[in-house]
């Protein structure tokens, strides 16, 4: 024990003198370069599977990779503030893009890319944030510091009843407080609030998933200040309850993933696998039956795939049955895309998978088809409607309209 403190003291004593050397002959420290890299977290409830790029105000760019956490880091040497930041990539297995924003005086430190980054960027443009991103270079003259913050404040109001109903401080700067993608604090937000832009008409629509509630944003307006309505307690509970359901159901993705990392279940892991679908599974006409069949899930190309990234879509008001859009993997098939499912709470508050609720797979296909006729070759274009083999039984016809 002594031996541990005796050496501590004498790092300290060591730290203190070459500090005063260094202090008082000019000539024997060093001080540390201000860092040129700045980084945050890229995320929309779950973290954005992608890559990051900046552009500065001279149209040069950097591409990064984002970590799985959603975090990224970004060198800025030789860059030329104001700074545009585009996250490209997918969340719930869809495509999306959201932008943000940095000044010179952000070099060296945090900057998120969240769908309410992109809807500040889009205030202070004018126009849909990715258009604004793809058509122009950040100017120090219309990117500022000033309107930066202008921007957060306004969307924070706007956010405020929704914020302080998930804990989130009112000190809590969208753009530029740390945060993890971990379905806490900002996250959380981001699970049961969606923002929606429509760059044709450049209006922005921000809606609680839970209670429904929703606001427009004109972003050609600087005026626009109306905030969601505030969640009774009965709401605030449910808002809290469905960022713990989705947890949930994430963790029954990663379950049921575990079945298929190296093999086809079979035996006690079937039997546990079955355990984590509803009785009532129905998912594009297939029943719970025809799913755990080799015609269903358990086909052996289904080795290894990956159910993944849930965010909620909607939830029943009673909270027994959430519907997510989740990704799926499979390498085997090359396979990796979105999908849609609904959960169900049983008796005992376990999530099970419900199915998509389809009685069938309908598609339509374009085809180019050409025959020879008369010695001549004739040549169509046609669209033709399928109707996938497991679409129940009962279905009698399908009607197509659009």
């Known amino acids: 024990m002594s031996m541990k403190l005796s050496a501590i003291a004498f790092a300290v004593s060591s730290a203190l003198f070459l500090t005063a050397c260094g202090g008082g002959g000019g000539g024997g420290g060093s001080v540390a370069s201000p860092s040129t890299v700045i980084s945050g977290t890229a995320a929309a409830g779950s973290p954005i599977i992608g ?48 932008v943000s924003a940095a000044t010179s005086a952000d070099v060296g430190n945090t900057i998120n890319i969240t769908p309410f980054t ?37 969307l924070t109001e706007r956010l405020k009843p929704v914020l302080d109903a998930m804990g989130v401080a009112g000190s809590f700067d969208l753009l530029r407080t740390a945060f993890r993608a971990d379905r806490s604090g900002l996250d959380a937000v981001m699970d049961v609030v969606k923002v929606t832009v429509d760059p044709a008409t450049a209006q922005a629509t921000i809606k609680n998933l839970i209670t429904q509630a929703e606001i427009t944003d004109n972003l050609a307006s600087k005026t626009d200040a109306g905030a969601l309505p505030a969640p009774s307690s009965a709401e605030e509970t449910a808002l809290k309850a469905a960022v713990t359901d989705l947890g949930q159901i994430d963790a029954a993705f990663k379950l049921i993933n575990s079945y298929f990392t190296t093999g086809i279940p079979s035996g006690t892991a079937l039997t546990n696998l079955r355990a984590l679908f509803d009785p009532e599974f129905l998912d594009y006409g297939q029943n719970l039956d025809q799913l755990m069949s080799t015609d269903g899930i358990l086909n ?14 909607k939830r029943s008001d009673d909270g027994k049955v959430m519907w997510v859009r989740y990704r799926y993997k499979n390498a085997n098939a090359g396979e990796d895309g979105s999908d849609v499912m609904a959960f169900r709470k049983n008796t005992a508050g376990q999530w099970l998978a419900l199915g998509n609720r389809q009685l069938g797979d309908t598609s339509i296909v374009s085809v180019n088809s050409r025959y020879l006729s008369n ?23 399908v009607n197509i309209t659009g």
């Open 375 to 397: 010695n001549q070759y004739i040549y169509q274009r046609n669209i033709e409607f399928w109707i996938d083999d497991k679409t129940n039984n009962n279905v009698q016809y």
């Open 51 to 98: 890559k990051v790029t900046v552009k500065d105000s001279l149209g040069a760019q950097k591409t990064v990779d984002i970590a799985l956490d959603g975090s990224y880091s970004v060198d800025v040497t030789g860059m030329t503030a104001p700074f545009l930041f585009r996250a490209a990539g997918t969340v719930g297995g869809r495509d999306i893009a959201l």
């Open 300 to 313: 052996p190309e289904n080795v290894g795939i990956v159910l993944s990234n849930p965010v909620i879509l």
């Open 118 to 154: 992109d809807l500040i960027v889009a205030n202070i443009a004018g126009v849909a944030a990715e258009q604004y991103f793809t058509n122009n270079n950040p100017s120090a003259a219309t990117l500022t510091p000033a309107e930066l913050n202008t921007a957060t404040a306004t």
